[in-house]
Structures are given as structure tokens and as C-alpha cells.
């Protein structure tokens, strides 16, 4: 009697090779220390997180000179897209910004909705820097079974699915997607880069 599993969630997991990944958090240390950086790179207004996500006109792609992160963000979106079983389309980055998270910064629960796909890039990531969190999206899903008591611990059961940052790691998921960022409980800062993808216009 086999059990099927249907409407998934995916996740693009993608680890950048160590000399991009270096040489991507040489450029973004860089930038950070620019008066650019100083004006643009500025408390939420609603968050505890450091973010130039207020400057949509501003791309750290640009701005840190990113052209390589570009082009492996893109290549995920289209891997990401033919995973799906879906006509490959030409992506473009809607979206670059810069998360700067200090000890005790965290990042409550959203969406980038009206995007295609999201993504998260980990600069720095010191250990319990703060995991990534996803809840388990199908809502009446999640109250039943902490009502029922069958929430677990495996992929089948889980209640919220946590991804530990790692400096180089890229994650991508589809941005209807509500998601947060745990607390930064280290004492080092948390650097991350987001972006948003749509099909190109
Ligand atoms: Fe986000």
C-alpha cells in the first residue's frame, strides 16, 4: 500500500565554489566600508535587520560589482524552473539587496510576493548566526496536527523546516513562500544577499 506524496515544495540548495566564494565576500566586505554603502545600507523600519532593501533602485550586484553571483543566481533560477518540469524563460534579477544582521537581529515571517523566485546568498554566516525558517506552508495543515499531536521531525512531518546559513551557500524557493530569519545569537554579524527573479521583460 504505498503512500504518494504530492504538491511539494522546492528548494534549490547550492553551494558556490570557494574561490567565487571568496572572492564574492572580498568584494561585499569591500563595499560595506564605501560611503555608498554608509547612506544605502540602513536599519528597516520595522525590523532589527540592516538592509539596503529600502533602495530598490539600488542593486548590490552593482554597487559591490557582483557580475559573477549574477550569473550563478540565474543559472539556479533556470535550473530551478527546468526542476519543474516547466518551458525554460529568460530571468532577470527584479531585485539585489544586502541583509546585515547584528547579534540579536532576526527577520519576522514574509513573502516577496509578485516575484517568480527568491533567493538568499550567505557572506558570513558564524555559527547560530540564525537559520533561514520556512513553516510548513499548507496552514490548516500545520494547526491540525499540532492539535492531532502528529507533528514529527522528518520531511514528512515537520512543522517548519530551518536551512543553517553557510558563507557561499545560495537557497532558492519560489517567492510566494513565507519565510523568516531566526535570531542571530552569536556575537559576529550575519551577512547575507537577497534577490528577487522574474521572467525578463
Ligand atoms: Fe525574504
Excluded at 543559472?75 to 541583509?99: D, H, K, M, Y
Excluded at 537557497?171 to 531566526?182: R, T
Aim: hydrophobic share 40%; net charge negative.
Amino acid at each position: 500500500m504505498p503512500v504518494e506524496l504530492w504538491f511539494p515544495v522546492p528548494f534549490l540548495i547550492h553551494d558556490v565554489e570557494p574561490a567565487a566564494r571568496d572572492a564574492v565576500r572580498a568584494k561585499v566586505i569591500a563595499y560595506l566600508e564605501t560611503e555608498d554603502a554608509r547612506r544605502d545600507v540602513a536599519p528597516a523600519p520595522a525590523e532589527s535587520v540592516v538592509t539596503s532593501y529600502y533602495k530598490p533602485q539600488q542593486s548590490v550586484l552593482v554597487d559591490a560589482k557582483l557580475p559573477e553571483l549574477e550569473e550563478i543566481v540565474i543559472r539556479a533560477g533556470n535550473t530551478f524552473i527546468e526542476s519543474l518540469g516547466l518551458p525554460p524563460r529568460r530571468l532577470e534579477i527584479e531585485r539585489a539587496w544586502i541583509n546585515v544582521f547584528r547579534p540579536g537581529a532576526q527577520e519576522a515571517l514574509h513573502s516577496h510576493d509578485g516575484s517568480l523566485l527568491s533567493c538568499s546568498y550567505y557572506v558570513e554566516a558564524p555559527e547560530q548566526c540564525g537559520d533561514l525558517a520556512f513553516p510548513d506552508p499548507i496552514g490548516p495543515r500545520r494547526s491540525y496536527r499540532a492539535f492531532t499531536q502528529t507533528t514529527g521531525n522528518n520531511f514528512l512531518t515537520l512543522h517548519e523546516m530551518a536551512f543553517k546559513p553557510q558563507p557561499g551557500r545560495l537557497i532558492m524557493f519560489e517567492s510566494w513562500l513565507q519565510h523568516g530569519v531566526h535570531c542571530n545569537k552569536s556575537d559576529k554579524v550575519r551577512i547575507s544577499l537577497a534577490f528577487n527573479l522574474r521572467q525578463a521583460r
